[in-house]
Protein backbone atom coordinates (compact mmCIF):
# COMPACT_ATOMS: atom_id res chain seq x y z
CA UNK A 1 0.00 0.00 0.00
CA UNK A 2 3.12 2.00 0.58
CA UNK A 3 4.61 1.08 -2.31
CA UNK A 4 1.45 2.99 -4.43
CA UNK A 5 1.38 5.89 -2.77
CA UNK A 6 4.66 6.53 -3.01
CA UNK A 7 4.46 5.69 -6.91
CA UNK A 8 1.50 8.05 -7.38
CA UNK A 9 3.89 10.53 -5.72
CA UNK A 10 6.02 10.15 -7.86
CA UNK A 11 3.90 10.37 -11.36
CA UNK A 12 1.88 13.89 -9.83
CA UNK A 13 5.98 15.14 -9.41
CA UNK A 14 6.70 14.34 -12.60
CA UNK A 15 3.50 15.60 -13.81
CA UNK A 16 4.83 19.36 -12.29
CA UNK A 17 8.06 18.55 -13.46
CA UNK A 18 6.33 18.73 -17.06
CA UNK A 19 4.13 21.53 -16.56
CA UNK A 20 6.58 24.23 -14.77
CA UNK A 21 7.50 25.67 -18.18
CA UNK A 22 3.71 26.37 -18.88
CA UNK A 23 3.45 27.92 -15.29
CA UNK A 24 6.23 30.73 -15.86
CA UNK A 25 4.91 31.11 -19.16
CA UNK A 26 1.64 32.06 -18.01
CA UNK A 27 3.39 33.82 -15.03
CA UNK A 28 5.32 36.24 -17.11
CA UNK A 29 2.00 37.06 -19.49
CA UNK A 30 -0.12 37.70 -17.06
CA UNK A 31 2.66 40.08 -15.27
CA UNK A 32 3.66 41.63 -18.52
CA UNK A 33 0.31 42.70 -19.35
CA UNK A 34 -0.51 43.67 -16.14
CA UNK A 35 2.24 46.11 -16.13
CA UNK A 36 1.40 47.61 -19.34
CA UNK A 37 -1.81 48.33 -17.93
CA UNK A 38 -0.33 49.83 -15.07
CA UNK A 39 2.20 51.38 -16.88
CA UNK A 40 -0.36 53.28 -19.45
CA UNK A 41 -2.48 54.71 -16.57
CA UNK A 42 0.32 56.38 -14.35
CA UNK A 43 2.22 57.54 -18.35
CA UNK A 44 -0.54 58.07 -20.21
CA UNK A 45 -2.42 61.69 -20.96
CA UNK A 46 -5.09 62.78 -19.07
CA UNK A 47 -7.58 65.64 -19.79
CA UNK A 48 -10.76 66.10 -19.87
CA UNK A 49 -11.66 68.25 -23.22
CA UNK A 50 -15.28 68.84 -24.40
CA UNK A 51 -14.10 66.99 -27.91
CA UNK A 52 -12.92 63.93 -25.89
CA UNK A 53 -16.46 62.59 -25.09
CA UNK A 54 -17.39 63.67 -28.61
CA UNK A 55 -17.68 60.14 -31.23
CA UNK A 56 -16.73 60.81 -34.52
CA UNK A 57 -15.42 58.31 -37.29
CA UNK A 58 -12.43 58.88 -39.09
CA UNK A 59 -12.18 62.24 -37.98
CA UNK A 60 -15.80 63.76 -39.62
CA UNK A 61 -18.12 64.86 -37.23
CA UNK A 62 -21.24 63.41 -36.42
CA UNK A 63 -23.81 65.01 -38.95
CA UNK A 64 -27.11 62.69 -37.48
CA UNK A 65 -28.26 59.77 -35.32
CA UNK A 66 -27.03 56.91 -35.67
CA UNK A 67 -30.46 55.22 -34.57
CA UNK A 68 -32.35 54.42 -38.00
CA UNK A 69 -34.92 52.32 -38.81
CA UNK A 70 -34.26 49.90 -41.28
CA UNK A 71 -37.03 47.53 -42.64
CA UNK A 72 -36.72 43.94 -41.18
CA UNK A 73 -36.36 42.68 -45.07
CA UNK A 74 -32.84 43.95 -44.61
CA UNK A 75 -32.00 41.21 -42.18
CA UNK A 76 -33.94 38.92 -44.01
CA UNK A 77 -31.36 39.72 -47.07
CA UNK A 78 -28.55 39.22 -44.35
CA UNK A 79 -30.04 36.06 -43.25
CA UNK A 80 -30.14 34.64 -46.66
CA UNK A 81 -26.53 35.67 -47.43
CA UNK A 82 -25.62 33.51 -43.88
CA UNK A 83 -27.07 31.12 -45.16
CA UNK A 84 -25.80 30.96 -48.95
CA UNK A 85 -22.71 31.15 -48.01
CA UNK A 86 -22.92 27.86 -45.20
CA UNK A 87 -24.01 26.45 -48.63
CA UNK A 88 -20.50 27.38 -50.07
CA UNK A 89 -18.71 25.89 -47.03
CA UNK A 90 -20.38 23.21 -47.75
CA UNK A 91 -20.01 22.72 -51.00
CA UNK A 92 -15.87 23.43 -50.80
CA UNK A 93 -15.69 20.97 -48.19
CA UNK A 94 -17.61 18.38 -50.29
CA UNK A 95 -15.56 19.36 -53.77
CA UNK A 96 -12.25 18.85 -51.82
CA UNK A 97 -12.97 15.26 -50.40
CA UNK A 98 -14.90 14.53 -53.91
CA UNK A 99 -12.67 11.63 -54.32
CA UNK A 100 -13.03 9.85 -50.73
CA UNK A 101 -16.85 10.29 -50.34
CA UNK A 102 -17.16 9.19 -54.31
CA UNK A 103 -20.97 8.73 -55.73
CA UNK A 104 -22.69 8.53 -52.36
CA UNK A 105 -21.31 12.08 -51.72
CA UNK A 106 -22.44 13.68 -54.88
CA UNK A 107 -25.94 12.55 -54.74
CA UNK A 108 -26.38 13.71 -51.12
CA UNK A 109 -24.67 17.29 -52.43
CA UNK A 110 -27.04 17.54 -55.57
CA UNK A 111 -29.82 16.68 -52.82
CA UNK A 112 -28.60 19.35 -50.59
CA UNK A 113 -28.09 22.09 -53.71
CA UNK A 114 -31.56 21.26 -55.18
CA UNK A 115 -32.93 21.52 -51.69
CA UNK A 116 -31.48 24.94 -51.63
CA UNK A 117 -32.17 26.16 -54.53
CA UNK A 118 -36.17 24.74 -54.38
CA UNK A 119 -36.08 27.22 -51.10
CA UNK A 120 -34.53 30.15 -53.01
CA UNK A 121 -37.55 30.01 -55.98
CA UNK A 122 -39.84 29.85 -53.47
CA UNK A 123 -38.87 32.60 -51.77
CA UNK A 124 -38.50 34.56 -54.80
CA UNK A 125 -42.27 33.60 -55.80
CA UNK A 126 -43.50 34.74 -52.36
CA UNK A 127 -41.45 38.46 -52.64
CA UNK A 128 -39.24 37.93 -49.76
CA UNK A 129 -36.62 39.08 -52.10
CA UNK A 130 -38.30 42.09 -53.51
CA UNK A 131 -36.52 44.81 -50.96
CA UNK A 132 -35.45 47.40 -53.74
CA UNK A 133 -38.79 49.91 -53.56
CA UNK A 134 -38.82 49.90 -49.49
CA UNK A 135 -34.77 50.58 -49.04
CA UNK A 136 -35.44 53.36 -51.06
CA UNK A 137 -37.76 54.74 -48.67
CA UNK A 138 -35.64 54.64 -45.82
CA UNK A 139 -33.00 56.09 -47.69
CA UNK A 140 -35.19 59.32 -48.97
CA UNK A 141 -36.21 59.51 -45.30
CA UNK A 142 -33.09 59.71 -44.17
CA UNK A 143 -32.18 62.31 -46.47
CA UNK A 144 -35.13 64.75 -45.89
CA UNK A 145 -34.62 64.11 -41.87
CA UNK A 146 -30.77 65.40 -42.37
CA UNK A 147 -31.99 68.33 -44.35
CA UNK A 148 -34.52 69.37 -41.22
CA UNK A 149 -31.36 69.32 -38.98
Same mark, same amino acid.
Given at each position: MLSLIVMSAENTYQ %??????PILVYAGLALLIAGG !? $? &?????? %? #? @?? @? #? @? $? /? #??PYEAGIP &? /??SARLQFSSQFYLIA !???VI???????????? *?????VGW??? *?GAAIFTGVLLAILIYEWRIGALNYGPVGKQILKGMKKHQQKT
Open positions: %GMAELW !M $V &VLSYFL %G #E @KH @K #E @K $V /T #EQ &V /TG !MFFFDLDAAFLIGWA *IAFREAGY *I
